[in-house]
Nanobody, 119 residues
Framework: QVQLVESGGGLVQPGGSLRLSCTISGIIFSSDVLGWYRQAPGKERELVADITTTGRTNYADSVKGRFTISRDRAKNTLYLQMNALEPEDTAVFYC?????????????WGQGTQVTVSS
């Protein structure tokens, strides 16, 4: 019932900026956590940033001070503003909704969008 669709990826030079968007279809529960993950070649998928419905945010150490996660409730859209991009940020970025169903934790994923940081 929940669908996530990312957009905004592309090629950017080191030091540049990019904003990713994730449109969300379906009902968002108050206990849901929305986030962005990324997966670089040969590496595990890692959490970049997440945000609760109350607005509490969490960031990976590698992106603190450079990335900002936000949500537009009216538009049901999740954003990731990325500044001062580095080649090490190159990865497929995924939008994620984490939902606690009581018996288990469910993860809903978008299709992914490629971010390439290169000169």
């Amino acid at each position: 019932q929940v669908q996530l669709v990312e957009s905004g990826g592309g090629l950017v030079q080191p030091g540049g900026s990019l904003r990713l968007s994730c449109t969300i279809s379906g009902i968002i529960f108050s206990s849901d956590v929305l986030g962005w993950y990324r997966q670089a070649p040969g590496k595990e998928r890692e959490l970049v940033a997440d945000i609760t419905t109350t607005g509490r945010t969490n960031y990976a150490d590698s992106v603190k001070g450079r990335f900002t996660i936000s949500r537009d409730r009216a538009k049901n859209t999740l954003y990731l503003q990325m500044n001062a991009l580095e080649p090490e940020d190159t990865a497929v970025f995924y939008c994620n909704l984490r939902r606690n169903l009581g018996s288990k934790m469910n993860h809903y994923w978008g299709q992914g969008t490629q971010v390439t940081v290169s000169s």
